[in-house]
């Protein structure tokens, strides 16, 4: 299992290299800086060192016994990210692919809710707006319970 919280671009290639030996199935999620306001041009997020970690290795071990996963890997960057840039990604490797889609599925929604990071929409002035929860991320978790 590897976790990763990172301000450095990371290298999807680099991290399957080797990983989810003996699977039947490898799954990878990048997720990409985007606007949807057409008004911001980067993602500033901030996060407390070592708490993150935690709280992205508990969700982590969470999907890797529910799955039965025979790898997991989460890397998540930190900083000022521009939009279009790498922000995440998520590798599953399962015997099957079911499970593996499943379980990078569960740990988008989670990650998307309860990994602790503080998001700023920086506009093109260099002002910025916290991003606040939305209720559509804490929906996508009520299906797994």
């Known amino acids: 299992m590897r976790i990763e919280v990172q301000s450095a671009p990371f290298d999807l290639a680099a991290l399957l290299n080797g990983f989810g030996a003996g699977a039947g199935a490898v799954v990878t999620f990048s997720g990409i800086v985007r606007d949807d306001t057409g008004q911001m041009v ?25 799955w039965n996963l025979l790898d997991v890997a989460v890397i998540h960057r930190h900083g000022r990210l521009s939009v279009g840039e790498p922000i995440m990604c998520v590798a599953t490797a399962a015997r099957h692919r079911a499970e593996a889609f499943a379980a990078a599925e569960y740990l988008m929604d989670y990650l998307k809710s309860r990994a602790p990071f503080w998001k700023r929409e920086i506009g093109p002035d260099g002002a910025g707006a916290w991003v606040e929860a939305k209720g559509s991320d804490e929906d996508a978790l009520s299906r797994w319970d």
């Open 42 to 66: 980067a993602l500033e997020l901030e996060h407390y060192p070592g708490m993150t970690e935690k709280a992205l290795t508990e969700i982590a071990v969470r999907a890797r016994h529910r």
